[in-house]
Structure formats: C-alpha cells, structure tokens
C-alpha cells in the first residue's frame, strides 16, 4: 500500500512540473513571421547601429527627465537658496542644457546668463536649441552674449561664425564688437588680422580702433611701426593718443621713447600729452622737452601753443613771468589758462602775480578772471572788470557781469552799477534800463 502511494506521487508531481521544465514543441508562426516583419531587411551594419543608438538616445533622454526630476526634488531639501544655487552651477560644469533645464524649471532665471558662459567656455554647442527657443524673449541678446562671449575666451573665430547665423542687426553688430573686444584683450594681433578681412563698416572702423588699443599695449614697439605706415587722419591720432595717455601714465620717458618711433608728422598730439604730464611735476622739464620738440621735429605751431598753455595751466606763475618770450598768438592763451588756474587765488594775489604784465595782457587776464567769478562771486567779478583799461573791453566785461548778477540778485546789481567810479552817468542810464526790462517771477522789485 504504501509503494502505491509513492507511485501516485510521483506521477503527480511529473505532471505538473513537466511544462515548466520542458517548453512547448508548438511553434506560434504568426507571431515571429511578424517579429521578423517589423525588422528592416538589410545586411548593413549602420542600420543596426542606428537603431541602437536611436534605443540609447531615448533612454537617455528618459534617464535625464527622471534625472532631472530628482535634482529638482532633492533642490527643495535644501537648506539655504546659495546651496541650490550652487548645485545647480555644479551641474553646469557637467551638463550645461541639463543646468539650463532645472533652472528654467525651477524659477532661477537669473542664473541663464551664467551657465552660457560656461557652456561657451566647454564650447557646448547642444544649449544652442534651447537659446533658439528664447528669440521672442527680451532676455534674448544679453543671453546670445554671455554664451558668445564665453565661447570668445577658448574659440573667438568660432564665436564670430556663430553669430552669424544666430542674430541679426543690429544686435549681431553689438555683440561682435563685445566678442571683437574681448578677443583683442587676450590676442589683438590675430584680431586685428581677422578685421583686416571685413568689409568696412562704421562699427568694423570702430572695432578696428579698439583692438589697436589693446594692440598698442601689448605689442608697443610693433604697434608703433604699424601706426608709422597708416596716413595721417583724425583714427591715426587717436590711435596716437590711446598710446601716449597710455605709457604717460607709467612711464614718462617710457612715453618719449615711443614717440621717437613714429613718423614725424604724426607726434605732434603725443608732445602735447607729454608735456601737459611732465608740468604736473616738473614743469622746467616740460618747457625744455616742448622747445626741443619744436626745434628738432619743426612741431606744427597750433599744437605747440596749445601745450605752451597746458603749461601755464598747471604752473601759472611760471608761465606768467615768462610770457614775453613767446609770441603774441600764444601769450593770449597762455594767460586765459593761467587765470583759469588762479581762479581760486584772492583778489590780492591774483593782482600780484599778472602786476608784471603788460596793460594789454593784464586786460585780457582781468576780462577772463571777471567771467570765471560772475557765477559765484559777482561782486568780486563786478570789481574786477572795472580795473580793466581798455574801455570798450572794461563796458563789455561789466556788462557781462551785471547781466548775470542781476539774474538772482537784481538790487545788489543795479547799487553796483549806481555806485560804479567807471561807468558815465548815460552807461549807467543804459545798463539799469536792461536790467529793469529782465523782469522774472523771482527777480521783480517791487515797490
């Protein structure tokens, strides 16, 4: 009985576990004819290798979604906003349209221009779909730039075909000077040989001057023969200008070394510079310097005057005393800018130092002193305007004077003009007529 009862068992147990371990013999044609039916009959590998990619690439983007989602959420498990902030750049090193992505999502827009750069830098160029997406924006421009000009830093000429094709005028001409500038503060002698190229253009002139700028500071002495072979024209001094200030301002002799590089006719706004610099310390030096320039080179006559009354701007007194040595076209200037530098002297003084001038000169010294205090002391401008001696110039300054006086204080005005030892009595009638025709809400007199 008992042997009888394993047999059954066992038989049973053979029944059951007999499909699990051995597979049907049945074979279902339909279903794999049509398995075969869906894959392309072709022997070329690129099209299983395609078909492959095609696979990763969605389970990529699917991983990056679900990726994304969490960063996302593990954002709001942050303790401070600096923190997410940070995280979010710390992506960007690695993945700059991902960074871009959780950004946009998570409301940190002002972290956009950042990450463009960054990706510039990496020259990744897949954020160009989503800056593409961002053209009806405002942001747009100050986006295309930060990317741009990150891509500028490690790739300029890559950045200035990009543009290209992803602005139009008149922000592409903006950002290409900014791109233009920037590669000309690292490298201006390839920029410069990249705009030798273009079509000129007011901005490509523009830029052109800029980059010589950066040219002129990093390649002095070949910027200096470079400058020596262009014509002489109003970009040329400027060009001549950006390198004196520029050297001016580290090294005066340094500055004068350079000059003597270039052509002959084209020093004459860098002796002006030079000089005007050189009086600020010592002002002997800068005479010696202009003279010798004047002497040696032939400097045109206008610059040289005009340096002459820089001079006197800066050591009035010198310049003052000195004044009949030069001619009488310059000696003019000369005391104009000297007056303008002794604006801030008393009466006294300012007397003191033009006493040695001649009736001519003391006239043009008094008339410019009187303009330059009428504004703020009237009263002294009113006194000195009538030390003038000529008369038609001392009538002129006086009544220059008054007009301004009386427009905020018409009685003190017109007592001055009553009391004046220099005005005929008909002047005086005629003066105080025009003043009393000013008649203003806030300068009437009533009775």
């Known amino acids: 009985?008992?042997?009888?009862?394993?047999?059954?068992?066992?038989?049973?147990?053979?029944?059951?576990?007999?499909?699990?371990?051995?597979?049907?013999?049945?074979?279902?044609?339909?279903?794999?004819?049509?398995?075969?039916?869906?894959?392309?009959?072709?022997?070329?590998s690129n099209s299983i290798?395609?078909?492959?990619?095609?696979?990763?690439?969605?389970?990529?983007?699917?991983?990056?979604?679900?990726?994304?989602?969490?960063?996302?959420?593990?954002?709001?498990?942050?303790?401070?906003?600096?923190?997410?902030?940070?995280?979010?750049?710390?992506?960007?090193?690695?993945?700059?349209?991902?960074?871009?992505?959780?950004?946009?999502e998570t409301?940190?827009?002002?972290?956009?221009?950042?990450?463009?750069?960054?990706?510039?830098?990496?020259?990744?160029?897949?954020?160009?779909?989503?800056?593409?997406?961002?053209?009806?924006?405002?942001?747009?421009e100050s986006l295309l730039d930060s990317y741009l000009r990150g891509l500028a830093s490690v790739n300029p000429q890559q950045a200035l075909s990009d543009i290209e094709l992803l602005a139009v005028e008149?922000?592409?001409?903006?950002?290409?000077?900014?791109?233009?500038d920037s590669w000309a503060s690292s490298d201006a002698i390839a920029a410069f040989e990249w705009l030798k190229m273009q079509p000129e253009t007011q901005s490509t002139l523009k830029m052109y001057l800029n980059t010589m700028y950066y040219y002129i500071e990093q390649s002095?002495?070949?910027?200096?023969?470079?400058?020596?072979?262009?014509?002489?024209?109003?970009?040329?001094?400027y060009l001549i200008t950006s390198m004196v200030y520029?050297?001016?301002?580290?090294?005066i002799q340094e500055a004068v070394d350079w000059l003597d590089g270039i052509a002959v006719e084209q020093r004459a706004s860098g002796v002006f510079i030079i000089s005007r610099k050189m009086a600020e310390t010592d002002p002997e030096a800068a005479?010696?310097?202009?003279?010798?320039?004047?002497?040696?080179?032939?400097?045109?006559?206008?610059?040289?005057?005009?340096?002459?009354?820089?001079?006197?701007?800066?050591?009035?007194?010198?310049?003052?005393?000195?004044?009949?040595?030069?001619?009488?076209?310059?000696?003019?200037?000369?005391?104009?800018?000297?007056?303008?530098?002794?604006?801030?002297?008393?009466?006294?003084d300012f007397l003191q130092v033009i006493n040695s001038l001649s009736n001519d000169n003391k006239d043009i010294a008094f008339n410019q002193r009187s303009a330059q205090l009428s504004q703020t002391d009237p009263q002294q401008a009113f006194n000195v305007a009538e030390r003038i001696n000529d008369p038609t110039t001392r009538l002129e300054s006086i009544s220059s004077t008054i007009n301004v006086w009386s427009g905020f204080d018409k009685r003190a005005a017109?007592?001055?003009?009553?009391?004046?030892?220099?005005?005929?009595?008909?002047?005086?009638a005629e003066i105080s007529s025009q003043i009393q025709l000013q008649l203003t809400p806030s300068n009437i007199i009533y009775p």
């Open 1 to 44: 009985m008992k042997w009888l009862i394993v047999v059954v068992t066992s038989w049973c147990v053979g029944f059951i576990s007999y499909p699990l371990i051995w597979p049907s013999d049945t074979i279902n044609l339909p279903e794999i004819r049509e398995g075969f039916s869906k894959i392309p009959q072709t022997s070329n």
């Open 49 to 104: 290798s395609t078909d492959k990619s095609t696979l990763v690439a969605v389970n990529s983007s699917s991983q990056n979604v679900h990726d994304r989602e969490a960063f996302k959420a593990s954002l709001n498990t942050d303790e401070t906003p600096y923190m997410s902030i940070f995280r979010i750049m710390q992506l960007a090193e690695q993945d700059p349209l991902e960074a871009l992505l959780v950004a946009q």
């Open 107 to 140: 409301q940190h827009e002002d972290l956009y221009g950042l990450i463009l750069e960054i990706a510039g830098k990496m020259q990744f160029s897949n954020v160009i779909s989503w800056l593409e997406e961002q053209k009806s924006t405002d942001l747009y």
């Open 170 to 180: 008149p922000m592409k001409s903006s950002i290409m000077m900014s791109i233009v």
């Open 220 to 237: 002095p002495n070949e910027a200096a023969n470079l400058i020596s072979s262009l014509p002489l024209n109003e970009s040329t001094n």
């Open 246 to 251: 520029q050297l001016v301002e580290k090294n």
């Open 287 to 348: 005479l010696v310097f202009l003279n010798n320039q004047k002497q040696a080179y032939d400097l045109n006559q206008d610059y040289f005057n005009s340096a002459l009354a820089e001079i006197a701007s800066v050591e009035p007194n010198m310049m003052l005393a000195r004044i009949e040595n030069y001619e009488t076209s310059v000696q003019r200037d000369i005391i104009i800018n000297a007056s303008y530098a002794l604006a801030d002297h008393s009466e006294t």
């Open 414 to 428: 017109l007592t001055a003009i009553d009391n004046s030892s220099q005005l005929s009595t008909s002047q005086k």
